[in-house]
């Protein structure tokens, strides 16, 4: 099968990986569709040291499987886990000790025509949702994850630290609770986007220090989390939603003293995103700037990277 390898840096098309053979509970799903993410991004440039197949944002047809799966179009949680390890057990499956994460830690992903995933991680799709849409439910999710992790109500003043494709599915979530939301960004068009959804946003400059009870960084560089830990007021709450190429610096006294609570956040409930997709509450469609065909790899992850760009698919089947 056609897939986009990775090694040693090094990003190409093969022509020849073998299908992947589903063992014992795992499926086998001919893949659709699936979208480049800023985690794609930073391991084509060397933030994990990966070897494989990349992408973990898709949609599929069960090939393989339970009878009710078969044919079925599904989306699939990224983390395969063993089920018995202290984690496991005690109810912390997104960190198994010997968990698998699709595209990203031993395990095969999604830009290719096939890919295994236990049966448990699959979530059926409703026809009303496109494949267009349902590439955004992995995202989505983790977007989810932050309301799940930190109360938020609408007496809250937010601020959403970034206006790329994250920072633009966590504003638009954050949005529903009605909280005192703002975005801050650089990009014209990404802002201009947000506000005719009725999310304000600014620019960097206009942030005012201690001016928020919470603050998301959704930039993966510096700049973003000392913007976000400048806007905190004294025992604010910081949320790391991007994963950091690069070593991070801060100076930890303010931490301390302003007593701020820092959490980290990643994947989210799959079933809370499809539900929003359902009943379009998000407008993720129109975040698609290009498709392109497996063939084209290269020239999609060069698109990918342009400044301003938001979400690249791969047509797949």
Partial sequence: MKAVWLQGGQLRLRHSVPVPEPPSG?????VTRAGICNTDVELARGYYPYTGVLGHEFTGV?????????GRRVVGEINA??????ACRAGRRTHCERRTVLGIVNRHGAFAEYLTLPAENLHPLPDSVSDDAAVFVEPLAAALEIQDQVRIS????VLVVGDGKLGQLVAQTLGLTGCQLRVVGRYGPKLARLE???????????????????????????????LALKALRPRGTLVMKSTYADTLTFNASTIVVNELTLIG?????FPKAIALLLDRAVDVE???QAHYPLERALDA???????????ILFDIA
């Fill in 26 to 30: 795992e499926v086998l799903v001919r």
């Fill in 62 to 70: 069960v090939e393989r499987g339970p009878a009710g799966l078969q």
């Fill in 81 to 86: 886990v063993c089920g018995a390890c202290d």
């Fill in 154 to 157: 609408p007496s809250d003043r």
């Fill in 196 to 226: 005719a959804r009725g999310i304000a946003a600014i620019r960097p400059d206009a942030v005012s220090a201690g001016a928020f009870d919470v603050a998301v960084e959704c930039t993966g560089n510096h700049l973003g989390f000392g």
């Fill in 265 to 269: 956040s990643r994947c989210g409930p």
């Fill in 286 to 288: 129109s975040m698609v």
């Fill in 301 to 311: 992850f060069d698109h990918a990277q342009r400044p301003g760009t938001l979400k």
